[in-house]
Each structure stands twice: as C-alpha cells, then as structure tokens.
C-alpha cells in the first residue's frame, strides 16, 4: 500500500513540496496563456467589421470578459448570436476562446472545441476559420499534454514517496534551498531598485534606440549610456532584414523617429523612418515594394491585459512591439528625430 505523505513528512516538507505544486501550475498556466495569446494577437489584425448595430454588445460582452465574468460574457455573447446571426462567426469564435481561457475557473475544452468546429461547418467562408483550426489544432495538443502532466504527476507522487524516508534530512536541505533562493530574491529586488533610482534621476531624453534582434532587447541610449531596456516582441517571420510588403520581417539598419500615432489601433505607436536609401535599393533590384508602416508599439487595443506575455511569441507583421506601459514611456523619451539602430538576429535558425 502506497502510505500519503502527510503520514510521515515534517510539516515543513509537505509545505514545500505544496509550493513546488503551486510553481508547477503556475508554468502550466503560463503555457496555455502562450497558445492562447498567440492567435487571439493574430486575428486581432483582421476581424473587427461587424455592422455598428452589434457593436455595443460586443463591448459589453468584452467589459464582461476584462472583469472575469465569463459567465455573463458568454450569456451576452448567446444573446448577440440570436439578434446579429451575421455576427455568429465572431461570437463562436470569442465563446471557443472564453471556454479554453486559462484564467475561467469553469474553462471546458470540448465545448471550446464545439464553438471554432461550429464556426468552421457554418461559416465555410469565414475570416475567423484559419484562426479556428490553429485553435483546435493547440486545444488538442493542450488536451494531450494535460494527459502526459497526469503521467509525470504519477511518477512525481512515486518519488516522493522514495524521499520520506529521507525525513530531517530533505526538511534540512530544503531550508537551504529557501535560504539560497530569499538570498536570490533579495538582490534582484535590490537590482530593480537600483535600475529605478537610476532611471528617475536620469533627466535628458535618450538620443538613440538601440534594437537588438537577437535578444529581443530594445535599449534607450543617451550620450552612449544605457538609460533603460525593454523586452519586444519582432514580425512572426525575424530572421533577416525586412526585404518586401508581406514579408513579416523586422528591418534591419539605422533609421529615425519621423513621427507618433497617439490614436493608433496599437495604443500608442513611433514610426520609424523605413524604407532607407539601402533598403530601396535592395527591393528595386528584387523587383518587389519594400513596404512600410514599420512602428514601435504597443498591444493591440482590447489586449492590454497579455501585458508582459506578448513576448512569448513574434506576433507583429515587422513592427517592434512592447507593453502599454512602456511605450508610453518611451515616448516620453524618444522625441522625433532620435536614431534608431536595429541590429540582426539569428540567421541559421531562431
């Protein structure tokens, strides 16, 4: 008989291993808020074109949604699919999502499943399919894995039951774990401090934005001197310099700041001043238009709440996005005119 843990283990070492639970979840969630985020981000550049009469209860349904009332979101989103039957490609869309979002307590998979299946069968020629079929497609491989957790879990339970045997020896190196991992904690928080008081009495505005592809790392410089940095996500397609309209890339090369968007569907958006001489060159030797419209933003209207997730993913179409937060920070910042230099990633594979 498999004696339980709480049967033999101190007290602290049924607590600790709990913590180690909760982390585990935790990654869990994180990583079905990636296969979320990922299409939600995507689609959220090309349906929106409902007619004006459903609009209002779209938001409401939305409001329903940002306040973590999915019950509600998903009774109004019933209510708009029997007024607006032209809107119910949207409404099964955004109801799959709500059934398989990871913070909805009630999240129900197979009924999330049901939703983009419907949308696909009845809305054959609807904008929301492709992005219904990656759903099903990351909803299957969330199912699989949950049974492959189930799996590990079982095999996590047989090795705790090998440690409490252990007793005051695993209660002594655990203590040590916490102490090294307090002491961890302690000086990050010391690191943030300082990078705080270091940025607050820093007063000139930066005179070059620095983009490094490779490390997904946007750095604000002034007179040579690192005044911030920020986490960005790329175009969905990063390795290389941006060569032509479509192409997903994020330019590589010097440009400036030639303009800002405060009303941008992006929140709040810096353009930056591509293509250049270089890049004009290349395309007209390629026969193809370099494009344009590369900026530095924020999360898609609507999305604000993924805050630091968006990076998890490359989800733009070649512009360079960070939180809400910090582009209104950045703007602060970077005034018109400051140069931007944007240094290649990888080019034998991300």
């Known amino acids: 008989m498999v004696l339980r843990s709480s049967n033999i283990l101190p007290t602290d070492t049924k607590s600790n291993m709990g913590k180690k639970q909760r982390t585990m979840c935790k990654h869990l ?16 550049c090309s349906h929106f074109n409902e007619g004006s009469q459903a609009k209002p209860s779209f938001i409401e349904a939305n409001d329903y949604f940002s306040q973590g009332n999915y019950q509600a979101s998903l009774a109004k ?29 009630q999240k129900d998979y197979q009924k999330s499943l049901e939703c983009f299946q419907k949308l696909i069968k009845d809305y054959p020629g609807s904008g929301y399919r492709k992005d219904s079929e990656l759903m099903i497609f990351n909803i299957n491989n969330v199912i699989v894995k949950d049974k492959t957790i189930a799996t590990q879990q079982t095999q996590i339970e047989a090795l705790r039951q090998e440690f409490q045997n252990k007793g005051i020896e695993i209660v002594t190196l655990q203590k040590k ?30 005179d070059k934005i620095l983009i490094e592809k490779k490390e997904r790392r946007l750095s604000l410089l002034s007179k040579g001197k690192v005044l911030k940095t920020y986490q960005i996500a790329l175009g969905g397609n990063p390795n290389g310099p941006k060569e ?29 001043s591509y293509p250049n001489e270089k890049d004009k060159k290349r395309a007209k030797e390629l026969g193809v238009s370099p494009g344009g419209d590369i900026m530095i933003h924020g999360i898609k209207n609507g999305f604000s709440w993924v805050g630091d997730h968006h990076t998890e993913v490359d989800w733009t179409k070649g512009c360079i996005a960070v939180t809400d ?26």
């Open 244 to 272: 032509r309209q479509g192409d997903n890339k994020t330019p590589e090369g010097f440009y400036v700041i030639d303009s800002r968007n405060k009303d941008s569907r992006y929140h709040l958006s810096l353009h930056i």
């Open 177 to 206: 774990i916490e102490a090294l991992e307090q002491g961890v904690k302690s000086k990050e928080n010391e690191i943030v401090k300082l990078k705080k008081e270091v940025f607050a009495v820093q007063k000139e505005p930066a």
């Open 29 to 44: 969630n994180l990583f079905f808020v990636c296969i979320i985020i990922a299409p939600m981000l995507i689609c959220g």
């Open 77 to 105: 989103y019933q209510q708009i699919i029997e007024k607006h039957p032209t809107a119910g490609d949207r409404v099964l869309f955004e109801m799959g999502i709500i059934y398989a979002y990871p913070g909805n307590e």
């Open 325 to 350: 937060a910090e582009i209104e920070e950045i703007e602060k910042l970077a005034p018109n005119g400051t140069i931007v230099e944007i240094r290649p990633g990888r080019h034998n594979g991300e």
